[in-house]
């Protein structure tokens, strides 16, 4: 809710990963144009050091200082995401959103960026929001996790904790449909019946009573609220 003037230098301390590395970036623009808009509108640094600073942010996000005269297209899919990390370093944030920013890529390339990012977090001091619907990813990265269904959160548990603690039927499902390792692991699967009801026409309660296996009357009056079980 606040007037533009006093947004603007809160948006150098909030900066975003989009889920696709392609539509995110301008085609039109080089990288060193996409690089230079930003510490020019936000006036990061002097004109005459926005060339090394350039250079620095590439170098900080895993590519040589030659990219930048290319443009998206002649990149790949995790060296675009890589570009899409450096326009959010270049205000020099504290806080970044990462909307599902591995899910467009390779597995093999997901490391890859997944790993950058864990070791921007601890040299900068960041701290990240990440989005993700892969509970494997958000192990790996995350130290505590927000589990949503609807808009809701369900359950919040720390990842270390995440295949012991949860309690919650949704919860106990998306750890169920994480591939395994092993198939002679397998074990019981969580399944969940029912059609995920319309996000704009919500039923009274909590919006999974329709779907859960431990659905009871009180659950379709009453949305629970998060208290703490252990």
């Known amino acids: 809710h606040l007037p533009y003037k006093q947004l603007r230098p809160l948006k150098r301390k909030m900066q975003m990963i989009f889920q696709d590395p392609y539509a995110s970036l301008n085609p039109r623009m080089s990288v060193e144009q996409t690089l230079a808009e930003v510490l020019a509108f936000h006036d990061i640094c002097p004109p005459e050091e926005r060339s090394a600073r350039i250079d620095s942010l590439l170098e900080m996000s895993g590519l040589r200082s030659e990219v930048r005269r290319k443009f998206p297209h002649e990149f790949s899919g995790g060296q675009r995401q890589r570009v899409g990390i450096a326009r959010a370093l270049a205000v020099e944030p504290q806080f970044i ?93 969580a399944v969940i019946d029912g059609d995920v009801p319309s996000p704009i026409d919500l039923p009274q309660g909590c919006p999974f009573a329709g779907r859960c296996p431990l659905v009871d009357d009180r659950c379709r009056k009453e949305n629970p609220v998060l208290r703490p079980l252990d």
Not at 101 to 108: I, R
Not at 123 to 135: M, N, Q, R
Request: glycine fraction near 4%; charge should be negative; charged fraction near 30%.
């Open 97 to 189: 959103l990462a909307d599902e920013p591995v899910s467009a890529l390779d597995v093999s390339v997901q490391a890859q960026v997944l790993n950058l990012m864990s070791d921007l977090r601890e040299e900068l001091g960041l701290t990240f929001l990440f989005v993700s619907h892969d509970l494997k990813v958000v192990q790996h990265f995350c130290d505590r996790v927000n589990i949503m269904y609807l808009g809701f959160v369900v359950e919040r548990v720390r990842c270390d904790d995440l295949e012991t603690e949860v309690r919650h039927p949704y919860s106990k499902a998306l750890l169920g449909a994480i591939p395994i390792d092993d198939p002679r692991d397998r074990g019981e699967t």
